[in-house]
């Protein structure tokens, strides 16, 4: 199955500071989402971003989808932005749809 | 609209009981998958439903099972339960089957004892 590796694991800023993170992919897929978890377990949608560049205010991705790779910027960071940021991708055959795969996570500390 | 909602929010159970979580789509979501996520395996998919129809499924033993209802609800059951199956689960929908975004409801947290 696809392999999902994000980096860096772990990362503690200082608030209003810029942070890059990264999700390398192991095959070709046709869906990538980026998801903040928020203390309560659940997963809040950041981007839907297979392919291109987006931006959302002070977060913005880009999915180079030939490398097989993807990025999340956060900029001018907020404590509030402390949380852990999953990848998951899949990909849909025409058959049936495989499951999201999500790597392992990155775990972000904004520090005031 | 109104999200993805899951029931019960928290559960605890006893070794070889059975348990049973509902999730509800975002109306209009034709497609339920569920997930489970530990602190050692991390988020793993368990299987995907549209309709009604078990469409795909992870890797996990027969006694974790689902369904899907004609209005797009699903459940999933896990019997016998073991040690090891304390989690969050996470139900996600979609509108359409495969690439397409999925939501995610605030999930059920599963504790055996």
């Known amino acids: 199955g696809i392999q999902v590796e994000q980096s860096p694991p772990d990362l503690i800023l200082q608030e209003g500071a810029n942070s890059t993170l990264r999700c390398n992919f192991s095959?070709?897929?046709?869906?990538l989402q980026w998801f903040h978890q928020n203390p309560w377990g659940q997963l809040i949608n950041l981007f839907y971003?297979?392919?291109g560049t987006k931006q959302n205010g002070r977060l913005s991705a880009t999915t180079v989808a030939t490398e097989r790779y993807s990025l999340l910027y956060i900029s001018s960071s907020q404590t509030t932005d402390s949380g852990v940021y999953f990848c998951?991708?899949?990909?849909?055959?025409?058959?049936?749809?495989?499951?999201?795969?999500f790597g392992k996570g990155t775990h972000l500390i904004i520090q005031p | 609209k109104a999200g993805v909602t899951q029931t019960p929010r928290y559960l605890i159970k006893t070794r070889g009981q059975q348990v049973t979580l509902s999730c509800s789509p975002i109306?209009?979501?034709?497609?339920v998958s569920w997930y489970q996520q530990t602190p050692g395996q991390g988020l793993q998919f368990l299987f995907e439903?549209?309709?009604?129809?078990?469409?795909n499924k992870g890797n996990f033993p027969g006694r974790f099972s689902g369904r899907q209802f004609s209005n797009s609800r699903s459940e999933m059951n896990v019997s016998t339960l073991e040690l090891g199956d304390s989690a969050l689960y996470l139900c996600?929908?979609?509108?359409?089957?495969?690439?397409?975004?999925?939501?995610f409801g605030p999930g059920t947290r599963l504790t055996v004892t």
């Open positions: 971003i297979p392919s």
């Open positions: 109306s209009g979501h034709r497609s």
């Open positions: 998951a991708v899949g990909s849909y055959s025409g058959g049936g749809a495989d499951g999201l795969t």
């Open positions: 095959d070709s897929v046709n869906n």
């Open positions: 996600a929908s979609s509108s359409f089957q495969g690439p397409y975004e999925q939501y």
């Open positions: 439903y549209f309709s009604e129809t078990q469409r």
